[in-house]
């Protein structure tokens, strides 16, 4: 994830929403062809002066961690991960409804945790809309967007993981058990945007608490 402060303008909400989907289909190829990501991840290596990588249409450029490294290390994992299809391609209102509570809990302060202001963990959050069923998780993403940005290098920055030592974020994208997720994007107060990424085996939606949801926010 991208981790750079600044001063650019925040997506407008319709922007939002196009990469909302956007994301979410690129998780979907991912997990089945991760393949034809290793060939797009591995272009970042001819981005990359050291620590410093200029991604295409962007005029600044990014200060990452580990330079190549990261990448190196993500073509290797890529290379031995077997294709992963049946992911669902509709996001799950519930978990997205859950993940943009996180947008707005912490985006709006400027925090980069899992962690909500109210103590609250992402399955407490997706309880709020129903029942996740087996396993659940999170990924997140900050950093600045535009034109130049599209869910495919969002994920691609997950997938490569920079800074992150477990590589969480990676093993989260290509865990096994995860067969659905919602996403949410919005402000962030350090890092211009941020994205939030809901997973679980199983979700079943409590409509009633989603209607709820919907009728508090339609009247703020």
Wanted: glycine share 12%; charged share 30%.
């Amino acid at each position: 994830q991208e981790l750079v402060g600044g001063n650019q303008p925040a997506l407008t909400r319709t922007a939002s929403r196009s990469l909302e989907a956007d994301i979410l289909a690129a998780l979907v190829e991912a997990r089945a062809r991760p393949d034809l990501i290793a060939e797009r991840v591995k272009r970042r290596l001819g981005w990359l002066k050291g620590k410093e990588m200029r991604r295409p249409g962007r005029d600044v450029p990014l200060m990452t961690k580990e330079g190549r490294k990261a990448v190196d290390d993500a073509l290797s994992f890529l290379e031995a991960q077997p294709p992963l299809p049946g992911f669902s391609a509709e996001a799950v209102e519930g978990l997205a409804l859950a993940a943009a509570d996180h947008v707005a809990d912490i985006g709006a302060v400027g925090e980069a945790a899992h962690s909500g202001s109210d103590g609250s963990s992402s399955s407490q959050r997706q309880a709020r809309y129903g029942s996740w069923k087996g396993k659940c998780g999170e990924c997140l993403w900050y950093g600045k967007a535009g034109d130049w940005l599209t869910g495919r290098d969002m994920i691609e920055d997950l997938i490569v993981d920079d800074g992150v030592a477990s590589r969480g974020h990676r093993l989260c994208i290509y865990d096994e058990a995860y067969t659905c997720a919602g996403v949410s994007v919005g402000k962030h107060a350090v890092y211009s945007n941020m994205a939030a990424i809901e997973f679980a085996k199983g979700y079943e939606e409590d409509g009633e608490l989603i209607r709820s949801e919907e009728r508090r926010v339609g009247k703020e």
